[in-house]
């Protein structure tokens, strides 16, 4: 079992910059993914950010390329996301995800994909 916990949302004004937090607990071993989702009212979740445990690669979506970066220290057990220039529509609750699954990187977009979620903490951007 793993669990999950965000942490360092906030409102912050259009231009400004956030950065989330996603502490690990438990068999953190067997994870091999790590993302990072949001889900604004009325909205699918969709994914921001993703990384592979202990590795390098990362994968973001076109809406948040250039200005987002997913980051994690393995000692820590712990995945960051960096956000900057926000903008409003980066509105969103914003949730961390873990996956053990070895073909876990094919499905790094998409909510099955993951087997562990945290409960989530909310971005609010005004312009």
């Known amino acids: 079992q793993v669990h999950l916990v965000e942490s360092g949302g906030g409102s912050v004004q259009a231009g400004g910059s956030l950065r989330l937090s996603c502490a690990a607990f438990?068999?953190?071993?067997?994870?091999?993914?790590m993302g990072w989702f949001r889900q604004a009212p009325g909205k699918e979740r969709e994914g921001v950010a993703a990384t592979v445990t202990g590795g390098a690669t990362a994968y973001y979506a076109d809406s948040v390329k250039g200005r987002f970066t997913i980051s994690q220290d393995d000692a820590k057990n712990t995945v960051y996301l960096q956000m900057n220039s926000l903008k409003p529509e980066d509105t969103a609750m914003y949730y961390c995800a873990a996956s053990y699954s070895r073909e876990c990187w094919a499905n790094r977009r998409t909510p099955p994909g993951y087997n562990y979620w945290g409960q989530g903490t909310q971005v609010t951007v005004s312009s």
């Open positions: 438990g068999y953190t071993y067997s994870m091999n993914c």
